[in-house]
């Protein structure tokens, strides 16, 4: 049985305290309309799901017809309670809901697990080479001047210039080769992952310099996106962590891998111009009927048949997420994230938002994953980079690879928080106790000594829901 915190109880009495109130609020002050205020609402929210639905499987007139849809429905539930003499009532039962449903969730926080991973005392760096990409992220190293700043602190920097591309995992050997006792990046997540995967090799400290789009990697390992600059203060007052990295057909990744419907999206021309239009223009043939490769993937002793979108990645994703849009709370949990989703319908889009429990979502960890098509090649996206791969492809994390050097003084990794289970909350309320809490640390269960960490096969797990499919 965990150990539960005083704190614990009385935010799970408090989440009770709300819903209970909501539910009053209701049959105190709607009375015997409170059937009719809730089956307005459940409605609207139904018609709302199914046009965005409709507004991302299809084009054109029908496309413009189910967007004012997904905003009439709304404003009709807000019409018909207005009318009734009920917003405020319907408002003040929201809100204690709302209250309800976060106190619940920090409630089934745990407290006795570290959020962050475990830090080691920085080696000492006499040579540090950084490479830079001047185009990266709308110009983020001209913008935060990353040259002149790095410089300032004795790195060699060196420019991604052109012209023509630049093999940037041979650059990192020959500096490596020159002396370099430290490599970095300053650019987008797959440029980090060519040279870090060179770091990993040499067993050379790695700096990530978040000066990329999304940067993903520098979100999950605490660093500030707001200002790369700040990654710099590493190389005079730093710590060291080991995070695992990921394979995929003999080409590393530090976020993910992606196959069917978004790696599609992900091979367009005109992806990296206009993301969002790009994926709204694709989305409906993608979803509608899916035109690629029939999908397989065998994650350890587990297999996903045909999933329309399918997303492994180094160390899983928070239980709420299915698109790799999210947090890892860890990095050095020695598993690879797999998500499969299948989407039939309207029922199927709008149970995603369910996260783990959504019908048509399979959720599994494993050591290992092994993707097979129907077809001698499949488009696949690696840390958002489009490639084309012969299958099948072997994606593999190797534990604790990547030694990286980040700034003792960072935002951090925000701790997960876990998804709101009632069953639990009444427990700790009523009870004071729960049979089993949720972890918002690593994935797979506590913390292993690093050492032991490289022998053996880590344990496979998977979290399945399945329902049969719409027509």
Known sequence: MEPISRRQRWLARASLAAATAAVVVLAVFAGIRTLGLVGV???????????????????GVVRVLALLLALAAPAWVLVAYTSAHLA???????????????????????????????ERPAPEIRHPVLIMNPRSGGGKVGRFALREKAEALGAEVLLLEGPGETDVAELARKAAAGGADLLGVAGGDGTQALVADVSAALGLPFLVIPAGTRNHFALDLGLDREDPSKALDALRD???????????????????VSFGAYAEVVQSPAYRDGKTRTTLELLPDLLMGHQGGRLTARAGDHTLSGPQALLVSNNPYGTGDIAGLGRRARLDGGLLGCVGVKVGSAAHAAGLVRGRRAAGLTRVT????????????????????????????????????????????????????PPLDWRMVVRLGLYGRAARAPRTGRTGGGARPADDRTGGRPDDRTDRRHDRPTA
């Open 366 to 417: 494993a050591g290992h994953v092994v993707v097979e098509a129907d077809r001698e090649r499949i488009p696949v996206g690696v840390d958002g980079e489009a490639l084309s791969l012969r299958v099948p492809v072997r994606c593999e994390i190797r534990p604790l690879a990547l030694r990286v050097l980040v700034p003792r003084q960072r935002p951090g990794v925000r701790p997960a928080r």
């Open 41 to 59: 609402g459940l409605a609207g929210v139904a018609v709302t799901a199914a046009a965005v639905w409709w507004a991302l499987s299809r084009r």
């Open 238 to 256: 730093g710590v060291e962590l080991r995070v695992d990295l990921g394979r995929a057909a003999g080409r590393p990744f530090v976020n993910n």
């Open 88 to 118: 405020w009532v319907a408002a003040v039962s929201a809100g204690l809901w709302l209250v309800a449903a976060g106190a619940g969730r920090a409630a089934l926080v745990r407290r006795d697990e570290p959020a962050a991973m475990p």
